[in-house]
Each structure stands twice: as structure tokens, then as C-alpha cells.
């Protein structure tokens, strides 16, 4: 059963060949959705979708999908994260169901972080499905019309399906082929690892080229402007699969304290310039951690203001 389909803003935009730019917002541990809609509007019109994440690090916050919605409510295009991590395939399903009678129209398909990390680490991983499942059944449910067990669903999800890639973690020899696995799940767009190591990152994006990748899925490329050089080491000594040179480090430190964030988005920015004339990067996705009112400049600055209407 084929299903009529309307292609979300970000969707159109990364079509029509113009550079795509979406940024994120963690929910709040709390029920307040003031907080969800006052980070959406510091950046709603310098993106073309905002994700929403889903219990990021484990530690239990508003659901994804409430975010969603209450940015969808304010005019602001959202983008659904769903991890694994704490649904098995009959929550999965439901939820999906949930954000499309929304018309939540875009979805990134997460395994997410494993709960020892976060406030309840006696806490059960699910995994039912892995990430690269759920966007079979994201795929499934939306081009054929069909839950898991065969029925019909009324009403099919109308949604663009995203997944992540991390050009970063090793072996080096995998990420590739594991970016051509989640191409074949039927994943239409890739946000990527944040980004410190150029170079790694164009021998990654050049071997995805060379395998014709990239003309079959849309690569964001994930950037997080560092606030400090205090950040630059944790991130590079205490998170799993972040590379950051050291080079990077030191140019932080070189500049004195209170100077140390417009480093970190100077590099931020000018990281987005180098990598916007690199073939294969359809996009960016800008992940400023608690620091959106950064994101229009970074915007701006990198030669990607305004956003196009399509």
C-alpha cells in the first residue's frame, strides 16, 4: 500500500540543493514547557528544523515527543529523536503513531546512551530493536503502510527518517560501511558526530563519495562550539568517540579565560566555512549545548542567513 506523501520543510530544503541547517534543544527534568519553547524561538528562524533529544545521557527529562509538540504549537518544524535504549518494538510503533497524528514530520533514529550514564542506572536497556531497525520500521510503516505484524494502518506516518553516524569512533575501517548499512535501512538523512578533526572528517566524507553515498542520503554535518578549554579536554579525555585535536586544545588555551567562548565559536564558524565547500555536505547540524542564543551567530557568520523559503 502506497501512502501519499508530503515532504517536511527540512525535506524540500535539502532537496532543492540548498545547504540545510538544524539545531537541537534538550528537553527540560522538569514539566515546564515555557523552557522547551523559549530555546525554540532564540533559534527558529535561523534553522530549518530543530531537534528535540530524547533523554540524552540517560537522565530523565520531558519526553521528546511533548517537546515536539509544544514546539509544533509555537510554528517551529521539529525533529522527533527516538533511542532504543528504553522502548521495545510495540512503544516504538505507538510513539511513532503518536508524533504523526501531529504531523510530526521528521524523525532521527537513536540506539542512545547507555543508562549507566544517567540518574536511574539500575534502569533495564530495552534494544528490542537497534537503531538501524527502527529505521526499517519507520520506512516500513510509512511506504508500505504496515505495522511490524502486518496490519494496516490507518492513517500512515508521513515522516522524513533520519539516522546518526560518528566518523570518529573506531575502527575508522567501519564507519563507512556502517553509514552504507544505515543508507540500505532506508536512513534519507545522516547527522553526524560533532566535528574537531577536519581532516578525519573529509577522509570519511571522501570515502562515502567514493562508495556513491552521498548521492543517496542527505549528510548534516554536526558542529558544537566549544565554551572553554576546560570543555575542549573533557570532551576529548571523558566522551566516548569525540575526537579532538589537540590543536584545537591549545588555541583555547592561548586566549585568556573570558575570551575563551568566542574562541570556540570563531573555530565553530570557521569550521562550517571550510566544510561547506567539501563535497557530500548537504547540511549542518549545530548542537550548542545549552547555549542556543549562540546559534544565530554562528549562523549568520558561517554565510547561512537567511534560510531559504521553499
Given at each position: 500500500?502506497?501512502?501519499?506523501?508530503?515532504?517536511?520543510?527540512?525535506?524540500?530544503?535539502?532537496?532543492?540543493?540548498?545547504?540545510?541547517?538544524t539545531?537541537?534543544?534538550?528537553?527540560?527534568?522538569g514539566?515546564?514547557?515555557e523552557?522547551?519553547?523559549?530555546?525554540?524561538?532564540?533559534?527558529?528562524?535561523?534553522?530549518?528544523?530543530?531537534?528535540?533529544?530524547?533523554?540524552?545521557?540517560?537522565?530523565?527529562?520531558?519526553?521528546s515527543?511533548?517537546?515536539?509538540?509544544h514546539?509544533?504549537?509555537i510554528?517551529i518544524?521539529?525533529?522527533?529523536?527516538?533511542?532504543?535504549?528504553?522502548?521495545?518494538?510495540?512503544?516504538?510503533?505507538?510513539?511513532?503513531?503518536?508524533?504523526?497524528?501531529?504531523?510530526?514530520?521528521?524523525?532521527?533514529c537513536?540506539?542512545g546512551?547507555?543508562?549507566?550514564?544517567?540518574?536511574?542506572?539500575?534502569?533495564?536497556?530495552v534494544?528490542?530493536?537497534?537503531?538501524?531497525?527502527l529505521?526499517?520500521?519507520?520506512?516500513?510503516?510509512?511506504?508500505?503502510?504496515?505495522?511490524l505484524?502486518?496490519?494496516d494502518?490507518?492513517?500512515?506516518?508521513?515522516?522524513?527518517?533520519?539516522?546518526?553516524?560518528?566518523?570518529?569512533?573506531?575502527?575508522f575501517?567501519?564507519?563507512?560501511?556502517r553509514?552504507?548499512?544505515?543508507?540500505?535501512?532506508?536512513?534519507?538523512?545522516?547527522q553526524?558526530?560533532?566535528i574537531?578533526n577536519?581532516?578525519?572528517?573529509?577522509?570519511w566524507?571522501?570515502?562515502?563519495?567514493?562508495r556513491?553515498l552521498?548521492?543517496?542520503?542527505?549528510?548534516?554535518?554536526?558542529?558544537?562550539?566549544?565554551?572553554?578549554?576546560?570543555?575542549?579536554?573533557?570532551?576529548k579525555?571523558?566522551?566516548?568517540?569525540?575526537?579532538?585535536?589537540?590543536?584545537?586544545?591549545?588555541?583555547?588555551?592561548?586566549v585568556?579565560k573570558?575570551?575563551?567562548?568566542?574562541?570556540?565559536?570563531?573555530?565553530?564558524?570557521?569550521h562550517?566555512?571550510?566544510l561547506?565547500?567539501?563535497?557530500?555536505?548537504?547540511?549542518?547540524?549545530?548542537?550548542?549545548?545549552?547555549?542556543?542564543?549562540?546559534?544565530?551567530?554562528?549562523?549568520?557568520?558561517?554565510?547561512?542567513?537567511p534560510?531559504?523559503?521553499?
Open positions: 500500500m502506497s501512502t501519499l506523501y508530503t515532504a517536511s520543510n527540512l525535506e524540500k530544503v535539502l532537496k532543492a540543493g540548498h545547504i540545510g541547517v539545531s537541537e534543544c534538550g528537553p527540560p527534568r514539566s515546564d514547557s523552557e522547551v519553547r523559549k530555546k525554540g524561538l532564540l533559534i527558529k528562524d535561523y534553522v530549518d528544523a530543530i531537534n528535540v533529544t530524547d533523554n540524552q545521557t540517560a537522565m530523565t527529562r520531558m519526553s515527543l511533548a517537546a515536539c509538540i514546539l509544533k504549537l510554528g518544524e521539529p525533529v522527533l529523536q527516538m533511542v532504543t535504549r528504553d522502548r521495545n518494538r510495540v512503544a516504538l510503533q505507538s510513539d511513532i503513531l503518536g508524533a504523526a497524528s501531529f504531523d510530526i514530520p521528521n524523525m532521527l537513536l540506539s546512551d547507555h543508562q549507566s550514564f544517567g540518574d536511574c542506572a539500575q534502569g533495564q536497556n534494544h528490542d530493536l537497534d537503531s538501524m531497525q529505521v526499517q520500521t519507520v520506512r516500513y510503516m510509512r511506504d508500505e503502510g504496515k505495522f505484524g502486518g496490519d494502518i490507518k492513517r500512515p506516518p508521513k515522516i522524513f527518517v533520519g539516522a546518526a553516524a560518528n566518523p570518529f569512533a573506531d575502527p575501517e567501519i564507519r563507512v560501511p553509514l552504507a548499512k544505515k543508507i540500505a535501512c532506508g536512513a534519507e538523512f545522516i553526524t558526530q560533532c574537531y577536519l581532516d578525519k572528517f573529509k577522509e566524507i571522501k570515502r562515502a563519495n567514493e556513491g552521498t548521492e543517496k542520503t542527505f549528510i548534516m554535518a554536526g558542529m558544537t562550539p566549544m565554551k572553554s578549554v576546560g570543555m575542549a579536554k573533557y570532551m579525555n571523558r566522551v566516548p568517540g569525540m575526537d579532538v585535536p589537540d590543536e584545537i586544545i591549545n588555541r583555547l588555551a592561548s585568556p573570558d575570551k575563551q567562548a568566542q574562541e570556540g565559536i570563531d573555530i565553530c564558524v570557521e562550517i566555512q571550510e561547506k565547500e567539501i563535497k557530500g555536505v548537504s547540511g549542518f547540524h549545530i548542537m550548542a549545548i545549552e547555549w542556543e542564543e549562540k546559534v544565530p551567530e554562528i549562523v549568520e557568520r558561517s554565510g547561512l542567513y534560510r531559504p523559503k521553499v
